[in-house]
């Protein structure tokens, strides 16, 4: 994350009302194309408008499409979706191509993510499948059968040596030395 | 810029002659009037306060007849036109022009409505859920996630994402969530009219039946006795022996003890379950035999 997004609203991956469970429904239902009659920086929405717009609008029936003239404005993008965002496009300068574009990802797109950053790229409702742990669930089935107090089991394990058992060792080890000593000056 | 440099160095005071005149020129250019009146917008702007919210259809851009055929389109259905419109006629609606009619004194035109759509579509509704959860589940439960599927909350969430919220002709605004999941079951029924029974039902699976995915039938259906009510369904399948063993415990005692008790039928392990006494354990374990024995985990194939 860098730090730009630091001030994004973060959330999860969601759709809306299981879309795609039972049958897949575009999110964008209508959008709404401003765009100025004579002004230069409208000069791609309209070439657009000539070109492509009717087949955009025969591809997706599910789609109103609006046209709104304005005069001496910027042309502009304004898309709603099915759960109630609207979403807000400047599209001074843009060429037809990038038009389309953008129209392209309006439509594709389940809501308005604009201002709000993705957390993980997965989610999940149901992040455990065996549940919750307890302190039965990985027992050692021997312990059904045992009997308390056991020798066995209630032997503690990795127990540091004393140091009176160093002691012995180090005696030993000095013995050992001063046979070998004595064998070899022999 | 280095050519200006060095033609200042060459008639510097020729130039310095008219540097005053220059920067008058250029001073001149400065629009004064611009800050304080974006300032005075600004704070006008701030005293009225937000715009009200408007209905969507009361927006210039608004051409009801392409709504209402996008609606359909949107949703891969063929909706009969008329039928459609009178299922997003509300009652009240329909009253009111007729009264306004009336009083303009123009030609008595009577406006139907979707009273008897609702109803008729909330029928289909519940029979399809009734239909299809009865192959699954016991009475009990089934009808508890049909009265889940049903709530107004549930089809006015359904309705409002199917782009119903704008295109339904009422007086009020914003529009209820009553009204929302009313002409949701209305277009049901006008869906009916306009094909047949299964494509009806089939957009009931599609999109009521579907927002049950991803939910667990047992925070659906809580029964306040698990353990009572394991027993009253094992009698009717002609089980009268159960038996609860306490399988482990942990810490008894203490603040963090955990007992675990499983419910046998017929020295047959149905159900295991855990909790911080033995009594909450109980009910666990009689809840995890009830999701086994009604088979609530399993995927519903249609």
Known sequence: MSNSHIFLKPGFINVPLQNGIGRYVGQLQRVVLKFCKNNGSSRGMREFIESDLVNFAKNNPGIVVYLKPRRHRTAVIKAEYLNGDTQWLSCRNFSKDEIYKWLELLRKQQKNHEGSRIRKLWHTENPSIQGPWTPFTFRDPKLNLATFPDEELGKSENVASTSQDELVEMFKRQKLLELEAASASN | ?302
Request: some cysteine; glycine content about 4%; aromatic content about 10%.
């Open chain 2, 1 to 302: 810029m280095t050519m200006y440099k060095q033609s200042f160095s060459l008639f510097g005071r020729c130039i310095s002659q008219y540097n005053n005149y220059f920067r008058i020129a250029d001073s001149r250019n400065i629009k004064r009037w611009v800050s304080p009146t974006l300032k005075e917008l600004y704070k006008r702007r701030e005293k009225v306060g937000p715009e009200p919210e408007r209905p969507r259809s009361s927006y210039l851009e608004w051409n009801y007849e392409a709504e209402l055929y996008a609606f359909g389109q949107r949703l891969g259905e063929e909706l009969d036109r008329d039928l459609l419109k009178q299922a997003l006629v509300q009652r009240e609606y329909a009253n009111l022009q007729e009264i306004q009619s009336h009083e303009k004194g123009s030609s008595l035109q009577t406006i139907i409505h979707n009273h008897e759509q609702i109803q008729d579509g909330e029928q289909i509704i519940s029979n399809y859920l009734k239909k299809e959860f009865d192959k699954v589940y016991p009475e009990d439960i089934a009808n508890s996630v049909i009265k889940y599927l049903t709530t107004e909350e549930m089809l006015s969430h359904i309705g409002s994402h199917i782009g119903l919220k704008d295109i339904i002709l009422t007086n009020e605004f914003p529009v209820s969530k009553k009204t929302i999941s009313d002409t949701f079951k209305a277009v049901v029924s006008a869906l009916k009219q306009s094909q047949d029974l299964q494509r009806a039902e089939n957009f009931v699976k599609d999109f009521v039946l579907s927002q049950l995915n991803g939910k667990d039938v047992i925070d659906i259906w809580n029964p306040k006795e698990p353990y009572e009510y394991l027993t009253k369904l094992l009698k009717e399948r002609g089980i009268t022996s159960v038996e609860p063993r306490l399988c482990n415990q942990s810490a008894s005692n203490t603040i963090l003890g955990c007992f675990q008790v499983g419910l046998y039928t017929d020295k047959k392990l149905v159900g295991i379950g855990w909790g911080e006494n033995i009594k909450i354990a109980k009910e666990t374990a009689a809840l995890d035999a009830l999701q086994k024995l009604c088979k609530l985990n399993k995927v519903i194939k249609s």
